[in-house]
């Protein structure tokens, strides 16, 4: 529980970690929920990850949880993320981190100004979950990050929550130039499979490349304008790329649901995509295995790599090839709508101001290496 300052900053070779006894850092205690993060109260007013690695976190939060003692998670309900924060007026900056092995989200902020960038998800939920989450009362910028198997999605982009009364204001969020791999295999149903926006927050979601994930973009309403609906209609979801390998799901639900592929799941009508306002200039593979939209990474099977895999090798390099098409058909970012919120001003955090990362014209987190 942080009710004060946190500053953690290791470097490449030297990174900080916080984890469990290395006898318990076990390929079968992945989902374990072994701790319970690191969960900033609405008296944290600062905290910084530059070069860290968080792990086993998403503990179930019971009655005596310091975060249930202090009402910011319900015991029962919830289990306790990688990083929360819970204080409108905070800032927080995550970068250069890898946050992995967790029962929960990697990152639950429901207040504050955030910049997250430059940082690894992997092996994020078990039976639900994303790596990044965003709720009511956040200002957040979201670009080049790596997120592989997220449980269900690599980004939730939600208003709840919005006070206005209360100062709990509407959540906003530019979403760009990440790299989501394998999104939604692992949850039950359709709740999500890539990105999932809702409940009235302002996006900007774009130049994002979403590899064998398993649906595209959603939102549960377009047109209506409200904290129990869909996303500000002010929002911006396009330019994002989609590609699918030829590998297939055998769960029952896929078979039964006609989603063994990403493609189908890409191309299946669905009641949460809204083409004729979403991903109007995306770009999507034209079949499962289609070779014109092989990213052409420099080291990722991307056929073969089992859709509902959450095990990250260390060797995958996600930069890509000369000719790959996601270099291609992505948006400056010259809109005045996706521009970030903190490439100019930045946000300062321990006295070191930290600017988010100007969008790439490309799609993903890397362009040629």
Known sequence: ??????????????????????????????????????????????????????????????????????????????????????NVNGKYVLINSELRYGASDATYFMGGSVIVANNLFHANGYTGAEAVNVKAGCKADVAFNVMYSPNTNGLKLSSSGQDDAADRFQAQIKAYNNTIINAGWRRDGE?????????????SMFNNLIVNCKFKAMTPKWGTVSISDGCDTNSVIDYNFYASGSQQSTLPQDIAGGTTTAFLGYTKSNKNVYP???????????????????????????????????????????????????????????????APLFSSTGITVGGTNYKTPVPANHFGAYGIN
């Open 1 to 86: 529980m942080v009710a004060g300052n946190l500053y953690s900053k290791g470097t490449a070779t030297n990174p900080v970690l916080f984890s469990v006894a290395p006898g318990k850092r076990t390929s079968a205690n992945i989902f374990a929920g072994l701790w319970g993060g690191i969960v900033g109260t609405s008296d944290c007013g600062e905290m910084l990850f530059d070069h860290v690695i968080i792990e086993y976190t998403g503990a179930p939060v019971v009655a005596d949880s310091p975060s249930a003692v202090a009402g910011i998670y319900t015991a029962g309900d919830d289990a306790t993320p990688h990083i929360t924060t819970n």
């Open 276 to 338: 004729q306002y979403v991903d109007v200039n995306s770009l999507v593979s034209a079949s499962a295995g289609d070779a014109a939209k092989d990213p052409k990474f420099v080291n990722y099977p991307f056929n073969t790599d089992p859709l509902t895999s959450y095990t990250y090798n260390s060797s995958w390099n996600f930069h890509v090839q000369s000719g790959s098409p996601v270099l291609n058909g992505a948006n400056n970012g010259s809109d005045a709508k996706m």
């Open 191 to 203: 709740k999500g499979g890539s990105a999932y926006i809702e409940k009235a927050a302002l996006v």
